[in-house]
């Protein structure tokens, strides 16, 4: 688990690569980036296949063919994926779908890190949750067949008695209902307790607004979950389904897909359903095996247990390592127990994991993000360099020690490892965007420009291509340098999101910059009237209305930016943006 992502290793034609398992995916698919890393070649989709994700945009995809894709000990042979549509993270290569996890039956055992491929010979009348104690609960939902489904498991479900067709997607981050299904249920954005949750977006560029908002209860297969919180988005369903029932609900249940049977089996493994962000607490929530003896059902409870959070489960006591064999699945493990935010056994985990192979750098890069997690800043920076040390070309590692290290100030060791992620890491790879922020943080600016001009070449149909356009427009500006591809960039990066503040804001110092003014002051108003403590738009406001010959209300502003921040004088005038 990469905190909610459950990934595997796999190999394209040899190379090692990670895949995203994604059951919510009808077809496996990587980004033009990776197809052009791993030397994919690429031809035409079908005529009339399109692609839509949550938020029902649309991207434009081709299609590649993989002589060898690996799995575990599987050689497959002739795969085929779909290619295009947004990067996940640096370091995963794409979505591995359900032309592939559909070959036969599918077990997702998250919460120990495992996910089992299995081909069933004359089960049909049996039930297929064959790990289930005598007397746990067996929850059981019929699924549509694939072809009905469009490649996808999908069944019933129902929040607070209203029925809804849901995805069994472990790709989908986190579970998230349609705004249109939660008003079927009787939530409304505006009821009591509902809070905005931010942005998502889907496999194409379009964002979408999401909310958190309380649900009394929440059915599928005979398990109830009262008094719990579900995330909504302002999105269309795929394919008429309402919800997306995500890896917060897998990591929660163990779960075997028949599609033989046209069956979803699973049982509870204890703990809150949805609500993992919160932290660990004891509680009476029923361990696995504890579910009533003598029925089909079971209830659980999501609401805040004493001491005002949900509750995990703790695990059961495992019994002592006695090979080196054993860490790995002990680093699946603690990974899981990340994933569910339970880190105390997540760290007892992965130090067992390290003392039996103290020469493996994933293990101790996995540990440094749990003592992140755990705010344990000089453990992290002890495992991070203890992983360098055995893998000095562990991208990830260098990239969380240059973040760690500009925490603390300290630019010059950061920017070492920025500049071997630099040497090392694929050009058009998702990497180059990590570099960018980063190298902006340390304010080398050039070198981020450098790596945002890379980036986007390569992901123009990406999610985040906004956000990158609008970061080298700033970098632009501060520099005071190409001014015309400046506003070039920020002005793509408002058409990709008219209505963030950011992005307006910076068009607005880039035409500070430009000396166009009124124009300027026309951005830093919309964009203040989003945020007005936005100090650098406030105090460019100032500055354009000054240079208008607006000298009071210019100055007005520029006392109000300063009684926000003292220092933002000093910080505009270091790049020359000066009254």
């Known amino acids: 688990m990469r905190d909610m992502r459950p990934s595997v290793p796999v190999q394209f034609n040899g190379a090692e690569a990670t895949l995203l398992v994604d059951s ?52 497959l042979r002739r795969r085929q994926f779909l290619v295009g549509g947004s990067e996940l993270e640096a370091g995963i290569a794409g979505v591995l779908g359900q032309n592939i996890l559909g070959i036969a039956d ?76 939660a008003a079927r249920a009787g939530i409304k954005l505006d009821d009591p307790g509902v809070v905005p949750a931010g942005l998502a977006h889907g496999v194409g560029k379009q964002f979408f607004r999401t909310y958190i908002a309380p649900v009394k209860s929440f059915s599928v297969g005979g398990e109830e979950v009262r008094n719990t919180k579900l995330r909504i988005g302002d999105m269309p369903g795929i394919d008429g389904t309402d919800m997306l029932l995500g890896p917060d609900f897998f990591l929660s249940h163990r779960i075997y897909v028949s599609n033989q049977q046209h069956k979803l089996y699973f049982t509870y ?13 004891s509680s009476d929530v029923p361990a696995p095996d504890a579910a009533p003896a003598a029925s089909n059902s079971t209830t659980t409870d999501d609401s805040s247990a004493p001491g005002g959070s949900p509750a995990l489960a703790a695990p059961a006591t495992a019994p002592a390592p006695v090979s080196p064999g ?111 922020q980063l190298y902006a943080s340390a304010h080398l600016l050039p070198a981020a420009i450098a790596k945002y001009d890379l980036w986007i070449a390569a992901h123009g149909e990406d999610a985040k291509i906004g956000s990158a356009h609008n970061a080298r427009c700033e970098a632009k500006v501060l520099l005071d340098q190409d001014l015309d591809n400046a506003l070039s960039d920020c002005n793509a990066a408002v058409r990709s999101n008219p209505r963030s503040a950011a992005y307006v804001g910076n068009r607005g110092l880039a035409r500070l910059r430009h000396g166009d003014y009124k124009k300027a002051v026309d951005d830093f108003d919309d964009a203040l009237k989003v945020d007005p403590k936005l ?45």
């Open 24 to 75: 919510g995916a009808f077809w496996s698919m990587i980004s033009a980036a990776s197809a052009s890393e791993f030397g994919l070649k690429l031809g035409p989709v079908p005529f009339g296949l399109r692609i839509e994700g949550a938020g029902g945009s649309a991207a434009e995809v081709a299609l590649t063919t993989v002589d060898e894709l690996r799995i575990a000990d599987a050689s």
């Open 106 to 181: 599918t077990e997702y055992d998250l919460a120990n890190g495992v996910i089992r491929l299995i081909r069933a010979l004359d089960c049909r009348k049996y039930t297929l949750a064959y790990w289930a104690k005598e007397d746990q609960a067996i929850g059981v939902v019929d699924i549509e067949s694939m072809q009905n489904s469009v490649n996808l498991t999908v069944g019933s479900a129902a929040v607070n008695g209203t029925k809804i067709r849901v995805i069994f997607d472990t790709g989908a981050g986190i579970s998230m209902l349609t705004r249109g299904a």
């Open 269 to 281: 493994n204890g703990g809150p359903v949805f609500n993992l962000k919160s932290g660990v607490q």
């Open 326 to 436: 054993e860490a790995a699945e002990l680093s699946r493990l603690g990974m899981a127990l990340a994933a569910r935010h339970d880190y105390e056994h997540a760290l007892e985990d992965l130090e067992r994991a390290c003392a039996l192979a103290p020469n493996e750098p994933e293990y101790f890069y996995e540990r440094a993000y749990i003592h992140r997690e755990r705010k344990e800043g000089e453990a992290a920076l002890a495992d991070l360099d203890t992983t360098l040390r055995l893998k000095p070309d562990h991208l990830l590692a260098l990239l969380a020690r240059a973040q760690m290290r500009l925490g603390k100030g300290n630019r010059d060791d950061a920017r070492a490892d920025l500049d071997a992620v630099d040497r090392a890491a694929p050009k058009p790879s998702e990497y180059r965007y990590q570099l960018a």
């Open 535 to 579: 100090v650098w738009f406030l105090y460019g406001r100032g500055i354009a209305r000054i240079r208008l010959g607006k000298s009071a209300e210019g100055q007005a502003d520029i006392e109000a930016a300063k009684a926000i921040r003292p220092a933002i004088a000093e910080d505009t005038a270091a790049y020359g943006i000066v009254p």
